[in-house]
């Protein structure tokens, strides 16, 4: 059996969510058909977080209808609350994903509470979740080091993501929200968190900051994981996290595991064509050496 890999476009959130400029929601919507078109099948379309704490989040609802539905493809959207799991809801989502951090500064800072108590706010949406069967995805950020706080120890992400996985989230996503990880400090994580979550249940969600991103999935996928997140042309960051950059770019994960022999089922040209076509919208040019080679070519 040819072996293949699992990813999630976190672009139209996760990248939009730290753009200065407020992208039009239809706009949006046509990214997401183009991401849909290239043949990614998990798409984070959205965050129904406070649009006073995240104002490029706050056309949610709009931004769901106008997607629609779209054959075997996957939209999960962020949610911080269960003022969120409803509105989620109301908006037809079938997935969401809730985020917790692994430091207790970068948990302030993002979600305003400290990590216990963003735990038991998730608790009404796991019971609303299950009842509507609707499934839940977890995020743990910060799981190498948080600007506030500084180095993380892999005993707490392993904590914090064991906690999630036995509330009931299907999927733990490793958020390296400022991309200062290596090869090295990722691995001493998953060996930590691997103590607590099956290794098959972790996803990797590594920001570039330091150009390690396709590193770190590369070390990530050899200790065993198969999941992944990234943004197309490397769009992304975190507003509460000063100097993160961009997701790892998904051309550059589709490029490195085609490389390995293993599937992603992307049509790679096509999103190499979307990643210069929302950079050109945005007035740049993608963050994504692959995407900048194949042009080239
Ligand atoms: P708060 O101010 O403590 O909340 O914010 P509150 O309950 O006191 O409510 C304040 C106001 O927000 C009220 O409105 C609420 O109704 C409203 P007002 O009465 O002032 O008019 N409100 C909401 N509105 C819409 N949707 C909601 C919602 N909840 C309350 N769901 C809160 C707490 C969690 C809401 C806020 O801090 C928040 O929205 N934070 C989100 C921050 C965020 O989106 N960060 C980026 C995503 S995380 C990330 O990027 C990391 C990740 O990629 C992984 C990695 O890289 O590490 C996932
Ligand atoms: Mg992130």
Redesign the pocket.
């Given at each position: 059996m040819i072996p293949s890999v699992r990813i999630v476009e976190?672009g139209p959130?996760?990248g939009l969510?730290n753009e200065p400029q407020i992208v039009a929601t239809d706009v949006k919507r046509a990214l997401i058909h183009r991401l849909a078109g290239a043949g990614l099948k998990h798409i984070e379309a959205t965050?129904?977080?406070?649009?006073?704490?995240?104002p490029q989040?706050a056309d949610h609802a709009a931004l769901m209808a106008m997607i629609g539905d779209i054959d075997g493809v996957n939209f999960p959207v962020?949610?911080?609350?269960f003022?969120?799991f409803e509105?989620a809801m109301a908006s037809g989502a079938r997935e969401v994903?809730v985020?917790a951090?692994a430091s207790e500064g970068f948990s302030q800072k993002?979600?305003?509470?400290s990590i216990a108590e963003s735990i038991d706010r998730f608790v009404p949406i796991f019971e609303a979740a299950r009842a509507q069967n609707v499934r839940v995805r977890g995020?743990?950020?910060?799981?190498v080091a948080c600007p506030y706080d500084g180095a993380i120890a892999p005993a707490k992400v392993a904590d914090v993501a064991g906690l999630l996985f036995d509330a009931g989230c299907y999927e733990i996503?490793l958020?390296?929200?400022i991309g200062v990880g290596t090869p090295a400090s990722v691995r001493r994580m998953l060996e930590a968190v691997a103590g607590r979550v099956p290794v098959e249940r972790l996803a990797g969600?590594y920001?570039d900051t330091y150009g390690m991103g396709v590193a770190n999935a590369f070390a990530s996928w050899e200790f065993g994981l198969t999941a992944f997140d990234s943004s197309v042309a490397g769009l992304g960051g975190?507003?509460?996290?000063e100097g993160?950059s961009g997701?790892v770019a998904t051309e550059d994960l589709v490029y490195l595991f085609e490389g390995l022999g293993v599937e992603t089922g992307i049509d790679l040209p096509r999103l190499v064509d979307c990643a210069h076509w929302f950079s050109a919208k945005l007035g740049r040019g993608p963050h994504s050496r692959v995407a900048k080679a194949l042009l080239a070519r």
């Amino acid at each position: 059996m040819i072996p293949s890999v699992r990813i999630v476009e976190v672009g139209p959130r996760d990248g939009l969510q730290n753009e200065p400029q407020i992208v039009a929601t239809d706009v949006k919507r046509a990214l997401i058909h183009r991401l849909a078109g290239a043949g990614l099948k998990h798409i984070e379309a959205t965050a129904f977080v406070s649009p006073k704490w995240v104002p490029q989040m706050a056309d949610h609802a709009a931004l769901m209808a106008m997607i629609g539905d779209i054959d075997g493809v996957n939209f999960p959207v962020l949610v911080p609350n269960f003022k969120g799991f409803e509105a989620a809801m109301a908006s037809g989502a079938r997935e969401v994903a809730v985020f917790a951090s692994a430091s207790e500064g970068f948990s302030q800072k993002n979600i305003n509470c400290s990590i216990a108590e963003s735990i038991d706010r998730f608790v009404p949406i796991f019971e609303a979740a299950r009842a509507q069967n609707v499934r839940v995805r977890g995020y743990v950020s910060c799981v190498v080091a948080c600007p506030y706080d500084g180095a993380i120890a892999p005993a707490k992400v392993a904590d914090v993501a064991g906690l999630l996985f036995d509330a009931g989230c299907y999927e733990i996503s490793l958020g390296d929200t400022i991309g200062v990880g290596t090869p090295a400090s990722v691995r001493r994580m998953l060996e930590a968190v691997a103590g607590r979550v099956p290794v098959e249940r972790l996803a990797g969600h590594y920001h570039d900051t330091y150009g390690m991103g396709v590193a770190n999935a590369f070390a990530s996928w050899e200790f065993g994981l198969t999941a992944f997140d990234s943004s197309v042309a490397g769009l992304g960051g975190c507003p509460y996290a000063e100097g993160a950059s961009g997701n790892v770019a998904t051309e550059d994960l589709v490029y490195l595991f085609e490389g390995l022999g293993v599937e992603t089922g992307i049509d790679l040209p096509r999103l190499v064509d979307c990643a210069h076509w929302f950079s050109a919208k945005l007035g740049r040019g993608p963050h994504s050496r692959v995407a900048k080679a194949l042009l080239a070519r």
